[in-house]
Structures are given as structure tokens and as C-alpha cells.
């Protein structure tokens, strides 16, 4: 009875294993097709919604009001 038990433990272990080798397998294969650019193209987009990256900006530079110094009375 112990042998059955270690057996069927052994076979779902290896189950296991190799379920998890093959999913990580699918997730590298789809980052390394995602990294290199080889998916298609999205839809254009219009012009309203559109995100542009690059460029360079102006820089922001805020002024506060100088206030007035603590004096002791």
C-alpha cells in the first residue's frame, strides 16, 4: 500500500512539473514574440486619442511668493 502511494505521488509530481515547464514555456515564447516586435501592428489610431512620445518639453518652473520673515516681538 505505501509503494501504490509513493507511485501515485511520484507520477502527480512529474505531472505537475511538467504542466508548469509547458506553461512557462508558452509565456517565454509569447514575451520574447511581444519584446521583439513581431505581433501585428494595432489599428490606427485617431488623432484625438493619440499619446506622442519623444520630444523635448519646456522646462516648468513655479514661483512662490516670498514670505514675509518671523520677527520676534
Same mark, same amino acid.
Given at each position: 500500500m505505501r509503494g501504490l502511494t509513493l /507511485?501515485?505521488?511520484?507520477? /502527480?509530481? *512529474? &505531472?505537475?512539473? *511538467?504542466?508548469?515547464?509547458?506553461?512557462?514555456k508558452a509565456d517565454r515564447a509569447e514575451t520574447i514574440r511581444r519584446v521583439a516586435g513581431i505581433t501585428a501592428p494595432a489599428a490606427p489610431i485617431e488623432d484625438v486619442t493619440?499619446?506622442?512620445? &519623444? &520630444?523635448? /518639453?519646456?522646462? =516648468?518652473? =513655479?514661483?512662490v511668493p516670498a514670505q514675509p520673515k518671523c520677527t520676534l516681538t
Open positions: /507511485l501515485i505521488a511520484t507520477i /502527480l509530481t *512529474f &505531472g505537475y512539473g *511538467f504542466a508548469a515547464q509547458a506553461a512557462m493619440r499619446v506622442w512620445y &519623444g &520630444g523635448m /518639453l519646456e522646462p =516648468v518652473t =513655479v514661483e
